[in-house]
């Protein structure tokens, strides 16, 4: 390779296969994954590494890089785009027109965060949610005064900032519920301070005001110390005081939305085609992948071809919340469309396209998916794929009802902090556990958890002639609790150390092929009996044994202390000398847990 060839810097996207990225180097496929596994990241042809992983391997292998930034028409619409899009919309004033206020309710689990919306929806999902936690994120809408308000519901649960954060993102007003009787808790600060930091126009909700024993002026007061001054304390955020179990205050509540969204007045331009984005999708076995969308601006029509994220399809039916019917949708409308290839992953935008433009990803994706199919090797999932034989693995197929469901299981086993263990996932996916799942789980002996989803008859058929174990569950924290457990079980134990006492061998009895009769006084501490035993000799320990029998003045001794003579039997492969030191320990092995 020449110098000049090497001066050449070659641009690379964001995201890159293997194969394309040899194309781009002009050198063989072989090379790159060799180099990629000199990285410890086993790939193969088809599958697609970030522009940071990709410029590493065409740096090592002597190239400079810099990243290809595609034109808009080309390049993949992200969340920041969309919101930056909006944004421009409303300051450019053309074809503007007035949209429902989008609203996302936050705060600590077990606030009353879901009762409210089932009060406001006049639905039961409170009920249904197994563990009476949010399992997943979808939007509403109720009206008030003839004016629509769509909500966004995000889990309250620590361990879900992720998606909570996405929530507020694409919502234009926040309601912070805040229990009467519990006050500001930690998840209640992290979403304040989230707040505060993207100037999200908030209204508070203090709930739960029909319980005894409560103290509203605490609770304010606690609001205050952390910025969130209510107006009736001289403050700017409105605030509510409900019960969302006994439906007291919610027409307030409503009210104050409202007029929020009067005075910061949201608009977009419905005449354009729509942007929106993925809230949930599913495998629905008789409607095939279905995905529930937020239009953000423009609108969107039954027979628009689309693109979402790097599935596209032409809208075949869009239904709204109720289930009901639409031909079209227009902005801060939540959505269930029908007609595209694949589920799209959650945050994943849906564009309107030309046929063209459908068309070309319909090649690109049958191009990349032949073969062994593709994989996107991000740099989170990069380290699942590290190949360590220090790291024990628990190898899982991990299957469930919505992408929110795997998004959020991914992220509570993500805080799982371990060097000697990890989840090593060989499929997710939405959908029924099927044969297909069975026949990569078998020759690995992974375990198939499913969340809210079962095998079907013929996987399951399957999974017992294979013995492939099975799992599903219906709350998250079980399934979590299981992996858990199954991690800790693959944890070495923990070995530990006690230290009795010296002995210094002054006199060798009797010298044996594996056994030494010995003499000798203990200089400190005190050795006892069956411990085992640590040979130092010139200050370094050069072997190690067990003492199995052990006199002081020729009488059995269980144990003898310091600077008393005792005559001890050593067994081991070490031969030992006068002036030896015999270190008498104990070890003790403790299962470790995560």
């Known amino acids: 390779m ?47 590494i970030d522009y940071e992983t990709a410029s590493i391997i065409a740096q090592d292998l002597g190239f400079e890089t810099e990243q290809l930034i595609e034109n808009d028409k080309d390049s993949a619409m992200t969340l920041e785009k969309l919101l930056e899009i909006c944004k421009t919309e409303k300051e450019s004033g053309k074809n503007l027109q007035t949209r429902p206020p989008i609203v996302t309710i936050l705060g600590h689990v077990d606030h009353g965060k879901t009762t409210l919306l089932d009060t406001i929806r006049k639905t039961s999902i409170a009920e249904k949610e197994a563990g009476g936690i949010t399992q997943h994120i979808s939007a509403y809408q109720t009206k008030k005064k003839g004016k629509l308000i769509t909500f966004v519901d995000t889990p309250g649960h ?7 954060e996405r929530g507020v993102s694409i919502a234009d007003i926040a309601v912070l519920v805040v229990a009467a009787d519990d006050g500001v808790r930690p998840q209640t600060k992290e979403v304040i301070a989230y707040l505060k930091e993207k100037k999200i126009p908030t209204v508070v909700a203090i709930n739960k005001i029909d319980k005894p024993e409560i103290n509203l002026q605490k609770v304010k007061q606690e609001l205050a110390d952390n910025d969130i001054l209510i107006e009736q304390w001289g403050g700017k955020y409105i605030c509510s005081e409900v019960s969302a179990k006994n439906n007291i205050g919610i027409d307030d509540l409503l009210e104050n939305i409202l007029l929020l969204a009067e005075i910061e007045d949201f608009k977009a331009d419905e005449k354009r085609n729509a942007l929106g984005i993925v809230l949930e999708s599913h495998l629905d076995p008789h409607k095939g992948p279905v995905a529930t969308i937020l239009v953000k601006t423009g609108t969107l029509k039954v027979g628009q071809d689309v693109v979402v994220g790097k599935t596209y399809g032409r809208v075949r039916k869009i239904e709204d919340f109720t289930g009901k019917s639409l031909n079209s949708a227009a902005p801060s409308t939540p959505i269930s469309i029908m007609g595209l290839s694949d589920t799209p992953n959650t945050n994943d935008i849906l564009q309107v396209a030309d046929g063209k433009t459908a068309a070309r990803l319909k090649s690109k994706n049958a191009e990349e998916n032949s073969g062994n199919g593709r994989e996107s090797l991000t740099s989170q999932n990069m380290l699942r794929r590290i190949e360590d034989e220090k790291i024990q693995k628990l190898n899982i197929i991990l299957k469930a009802d919505v992408q929110g469901s795997l998004e959020a299981i991914e992220q509570i086993l993500s805080t799982i902090k371990s060097d000697e263990v990890c989840v090593n996932y060989l499929e997710i996916g939405v959908g029924s556990i099927t044969e297909s799942d069975i026949k ?7 375990i198939i958890f499913g969340f809210n989803t079962q095998p079907t008859p013929v996987a399951k058929r399957l999974a017992e002639a294979n013995e492939v174990q099975i799992k599903t569950y219906r709350i998250i924290y079980e399934l979590v609790a299981e992996i858990k457990d199954l991690l800790s079980a693959l944890l070495p134990p923990e070995i530990i150390r006690t230290d009795f006492g010296k002995v210094e061998v002054l ?5 044996g092929k594996k056994e030494m009769i ?19 000799r010139d200050e370094r320990i050069i072997g190690h044994g067990i003492m199995t029998n052990l006199q002081q003045n020729k009488i059995p001794a269980d144990e003898v202390k310091q600077n008393n003579e005792c005559g001890l ?26």
């Not at 003499?519 to 040979?535: C, F, P, Y």
């Not at 067994?571 to 995560?594: F, M, N, R, W």
């Open 2 to 48: 020449s110098s000049k060839e090497n001066e050449k810097i070659i641009k690379v996207p964001q995201t890159v296969t293997i194969k394309k990225l040899g194309l781009l180097l002009n050198i063989p496929v072989s090379t790159i994954i060799t180099e990629l596994l000199k990285n410890k990241i086993l790939a193969t042809i088809n599958e697609e």
């Open 158 to 164: 620590e361990a879900f900032s992720g998606m909570r």
């Open 440 to 446: 990569i789980a078998a020759p690995s002996k992974a």
């Open 507 to 511: 006199a060798i009895f009797k010298n």
């Open 518 to 536: 010995v003499g000798g006084k203990v200089k400190k501490g005190k050795i006892v009996k069956n411990s085992r035993l640590e040979v130092w």
């Open 569 to 594: 039997v050593f067994e081991g492969e070490t031969k030992l000398k006068v002036g030896d030191i015999l270190a008498s320990y104990h070890e003790q092995e403790k299962p470790k847990s995560l």
